[in-house]
């Protein structure tokens, strides 16, 4: 069975603070493929980035990076120097080949002026 | 382009009424998501198809829930009847191939009384 993990409910920090939101995942399968959604206040869930099982590589977008480790299952996002828009719930999500997406129980980011 | 289309945005219903909610896919997309949003259980993937066909429908809750995709531009998800606990958010959401990321339409917020 696959289940995602994000152990942090509730994040509160200081406008242009770093932050790390968290994603533990489990699967049994070889292929699989990770993401990680935004959902502001508006309610509209966004994508911000994929990653298929066997890219391993990190990813830095602007402000945002994500440190994929497939030794400990995770998948972890972090926002430099955050801003108020930054505020939002963020979601991990797994794939697997068949298209079964499970999607973690989400972190709400609040950043503070 | 267009995104994911849902309707209604909101709908407010009587409990025992038949409920049914709307989507159009981004044109070219041949897998469509259903996903239920709640405090309790976050978001849940009900059903999805392929090229118009249903491929799991595990996390359909019970008999009362039904999906239908009569052509790759439409979906339906029905409840009936409808009780309280059914109050949520649905999303419907499309991607274009395995393993990439899905585009999720802005959701249809359900308050059965």
């Known amino acids: 069975a696959q289940k995602v993990t994000q152990a942090q409910t509730e994040i509160s920090v200081v406008e242009k603070e770093d932050v790390t939101l968290d994603c533990v995942y489990e699967?049994?399968?070889?292929?699989?493929?990770l993401f990680w959604y935004k959902q502001p206040p508006s309610g509209e869930l966004v994508f911000l980035i994929r990653r298929n099982s066997f890219d391993e590589q990190n990813e830095i977008s602007g402000r945002y990076s994500w440190n994929f480790q497939k030794s400990t299952s995770s998948f972890n996002f972090t926002i430099t120097a955050s801003q108020v828009v930054d505020s939002a719930v963020y979601f991990c999500a797994l794939a697997n080949y068949g298209q079964n997406f499970v999607f973690g129980p989400g972190t709400r980011l609040s950043v503070l002026p | 382009d267009a995104g994911v289309i849902q309707s209604p945005r909101h709908e407010v219903t009587e409990m025992g009424q038949e409920v049914t909610l709307r989507c159009k896919p981004i044109?070219?997309?041949?897998?469509l998501f259903w996903y239920r949003q709640t405090m309790m259980r976050g978001l849940e993937l009900l059903i999805y198809?392929?090229?118009?066909?249903?491929?799991?429908d595990s996390g359909m809750p019970e008999d009362r829930f039904s999906a239908k995709m009569p052509n790759a531009s439409f979906s339906t998800l029905k409840i009936q009847p409808s009780e309280p606990r059914d109050s949520a958010v649905y999303f419907c959401a499309s991607s274009p191939d395995r393993g990439v990321e899905q585009f999720f339409g802005p959701g249809t917020r359900l308050t059965v009384l």
């Open positions: 198809f392929n090229n118009n066909v249903p491929i799991d």
């Open positions: 044109s070219g997309h041949d897998y």
């Open positions: 699967t049994r399968d070889t292929t699989y493929y």
